[in-house]
């Protein structure tokens, strides 16, 4: 169940940060910070529960509070237009720059990839 997953994690998490000081305190005690490096990463993401809820409340809060937020004032062919733009897009638009870089203009082909 997934109280018993979250007791176990628990006493993994208070394992890790100090043991019986940790575990005398309780779970509480660990501070925010430390308490999230230590979680294992959630899968796909680089960052744990704690901090991957922190950052999408912030985010969503962010985006809920800008009045500008682009889907608020766009029309819904304008906006899945906007949404299929890739960087490259916009760096072939406004420099000389074609099909010399890739479309995913983060990732760097290497040898490896092929032509």
């Known amino acids: 169940s997934n109280l018993h997953a979250a007791k176990s994690s628990h006493k993994e998490l208070i394992a890790i940060l100090g043991g019986v000081e940790v575990a005398a305190a309780g779970i509480e005690a660990i501070d925010l910070w430390v308490g999230g490096l230590a979680e294992d990463p959630l899968a796909g993401a680089l960052v744990g529960e704690l901090f991957f809820r922190i950052m999408k409340e912030q985010f969503e809060a962010l985006r809920d509070g800008d009045r500008f937020w682009y889907a608020r004032i766009l029309r819904r062919r304008e906006s899945r237009e906007l949404e299929g733009t890739r960087l ?28």
């Open 88 to 115: 490259s897009n916009i760096i072939r638009r406004n420099t000389e720059i074609g099909d010399e870089i890739p479309d995913d203009v983060f990732h760097v082909p290497s040898s490896n990839d092929g032509p």
